[in-house]
């Protein structure tokens, strides 16, 4: 939706379609994009990835998934990784906050990654519906891969986390979608 300009100059008109059209505008994304969180882990060099079958394709991903309504975020990714890898999840910093656009389908996503421990498998815990299997990959495992990866996320989640990238936890831990708009803003 672009901003009415009824009553606007025509030197202002002129400026505000400038900007609309400037780099640093957005163009053609959903308006709301889907949040989604992600959690990057690793041991001894190797990330948890999940295999899923995505549109009849297999492909790689971190266990990652939508918040659902009243969820927090920290929530949500703790559940995800349970769900999809059978793993529990202890978040202990944000990675980053990613807004990615799928040129196939115009769906937009916000992907906010967190980085932590996974502990206490239960090797008996049937995964996610989809998710074919869990893996443990290095980055040049996944770079080999990368064709096969389910969207450029993944790839940059792992270059940030090794980068050392690491944000508070505290910034998100208590933003969830039904109350977010009640909670001051937060510099992330």
């Known amino acids: ?14 400026h505000m379609s400038a900007a609309l059209e400037s780099s ?5 994304m959903a308006r709301t994009p889907d949040i989604t969180v992600a959690a990057v882990t690793e041991t ?14 297999l492909v790689f991903n971190q266990p990652a998934g939508h918040v659902e309504q009243g969820e927090s975020l920290v929530e949500a ?29 115009g769906r937009a996503y916000m992907r906010f990654a967190f980085t932590g421990k996974v502990m206490d498998h239960n090797a008996r815990q049937p995964l996610d519906r989809g998710i074919v299997g869990t893996h443990w990959l290095s980055r040049d495992e996944l770079r080999e891969r990368e064709l096969r990866l389910r969207s450029p996320l993944v790839l940059r989640c792992i270059e940030d986390y090794i980068s050392g990238v690491r944000r508070p936890l505290e910034a998100v831990a208590k933003l969830d979608l039904r109350s977010a708009s009640s909670f001051a803003a937060e510099s992330v």
């Open 24 to 28: 640093a505008i957005i163009c053609n």
């Open 77 to 105: 990714v703790i559940r995800e990784v349970r769900e999809e890898t059978a793993w529990g999840f202890a978040p202990q910093a944000l990675l980053g906050v990613y807004l990615w656009r799928n040129p196939a389908s």
């Open 44 to 57: 001894d060099g190797r990330f948890l990835v999940v295999e899923e079958r995505i549109n009849r394709r």
């Open 1 to 14: 939706m672009r901003p009415s300009t009824a009553c606007a100059s025509p030197a202002a008109v002129k």
